[in-house]
């Protein structure tokens, strides 16, 4: 059973460029969290989804950030005109269906670097 | 201090011996986790512990919980170089949705050979 899986890894991207980040959750787990990362800092809640479904955005920069989790594929963080600020590490975590307290297996992250 | 502040930041100690991390949290909480990260990677899910349980093992690591002060306490017993990782816990709180976890800032344990 293959665990969260992201990707890219690594992505580098310039001043203004939109980067895409991709996370498929475990096989069965059908709530999808994002997690930012700044360096030597401790991860920060950004969105919490379900399929087709926004249940939390709170942690989500008002602007240039957006989160999907479409019907089918992977849930998309989108992240519009890049600036230096962004640099960080993306964690997208997976929990299954079944209500609260259940244990959230965070995929290796993607590490965006903003040039 | 924020929700789930781990302490100390830092921590350096000889193979063999014991390391404690201790997090304290402020909100009432569903449960408690503690997760490890290597240096460039995820995170790795340690134990999860209950509001109402007070105590969890395994393997070499022992998790306490104490909903009346709010803390929370890792110890890994016997420590290994591979140990070598930052520690964060994290908390669900109740108020919250789904399983949203509020990290701490993490503490950095060496272990050295």
């Known amino acids: 059973n293959a665990g969260v899986m992201q990707n890219p890894r690594h992505l580098v991207r310039r001043r203004g460029q939109e980067a895409r980040l991709r996370c498929s959750p475990m096989k069965g787990h059908s709530h999808v969290y994002w997690y930012r990362q700044l360096p030597e800092e401790g991860l920060k809640f950004m969105v919490y989804l379900q399929k087709e479904n926004i249940i939390d955005e709170s942690g989500m920069p008002k602007e240039r950030f957006s989160a999907e989790f479409p019907k089918e594929g992977p849930s998309i963080l989108r992240i519009q005109q890049v600036v230096r600020g962004d640099s960080a590490a993306y964690f997208c975590?997976?929990?299954?269906?079944?209500?609260?307290?259940?244990?959230?297996?965070f995929g290796e992250g993607s590490w965006l670097t903003v040039v | 201090s924020q929700q789930g502040e781990e302490d100390p930041q830092a921590l350096s100690i000889q193979e063999g011996e014991n390391a404690t991390m201790n997090c304290s949290y402020k909100t009432s909480i569903n449960n408690l986790q503690w997760y490890r990260q290597n240096s460039g990677r995820g995170l790795v899910h340690l134990i999860l512990i209950r509001s109402n349980e007070r105590e969890k093992h395994s393997g070499r690591l022992r998790v306490t919980l104490d909903t009346s002060k709010k803390s929370s306490s890792l110890l890994i017993t016997a420590s290994r170089a591979a140990d070598t990782a930052s520690y964060f816990c994290a908390t669900d709180p109740r108020e919250t949705s789904g399983s949203r976890l509020t990290f701490g800032e993490g503490t950095q344990l060496t272990v050295n050979p």
């Open positions: 975590a997976s929990s299954p269906p079944g209500g609260r307290g259940n244990t959230i297996y």
